[in-house]
């Protein structure tokens, strides 16, 4: 029986991964006893480091690109700002439906920046459906946009599932314009991979990312492991995994 894609993905990643080698090491050390303690004793010391905030701060810096520049915006000569979703907020009681998660937000918010100060480069948005009841997030998103920031939309993709489909079906709908030459807007730590997957659908791509770690100056709380760390590990690995499979793809 074939495991479905999000549960093979909670399997390779930690801290699954980790008690499963323990669980390994556990099962071998019934015959090879040295060997089952090494194991064991490599993913609890594995699991220790991978759920510091150093460590974790470390893993996402190395995955970011810089940010772009005032005098690179105004020398671009850009088509088209292009931003990226990253999920919604569902049945948010405040707002009375659905409306764009956070991640999402700090993505409109930069590309609404991004477009005042390029002089008006218009504006697509792309993502699916997340939810089988919920609206594409390119539409929440483009609401947003309008609504809140008053900052108009032209173009919304509101079919794409994963950052390859954002790419092609942008192209396609920016194809019928003569567009090429885009802005992407995503995070910071999501950028090398984004701007892969819209190179390989075609597009010169000027890089747009936003929210950076900050300086690393490690304190003592730094080295003791939480949640937060190990989550932030787990998001480095996949998109450093994301990265080799654009890369092999090729």
Known sequence: MWLAPGMLKTLILPPASLLILALVGWLIGRRRARLGRGLIAASLIALYWLSTPVVASLALKSLETPPLTR????????GAIVILGAGVYRNAPEYGGDT???????????????????GGVPILVTG????????????VMARTLEDEFRVPVRWVEDASRTTYENARLSRAILARDGIRRIFLVTHATHMPRARAAFEAAG??????????????????????????ALSEIGYAIYEWAGRAWYALAR
């Open 203 to 228: 597009f010169e791509v000027i890089p747009a990312p936003t929210l950076f770690q900050g300086p690393l100056k490690p304190k003592f709380n730094d080295f003791l492991p939480t949640a937060g």
């Open 100 to 118: 764009v998660g956070p991640r999402t937000l700090e993505r409109l918010r930069y590309g609404a920046w991004l477009y005042r100060e390029s």
């Open 128 to 139: 699916g459906e997340i939810y089988p009841e919920g609206a594409p997030v390119g539409r």
């Open 71 to 78: 005098e690179a915006i105004g020398r671009a000569n850009a």
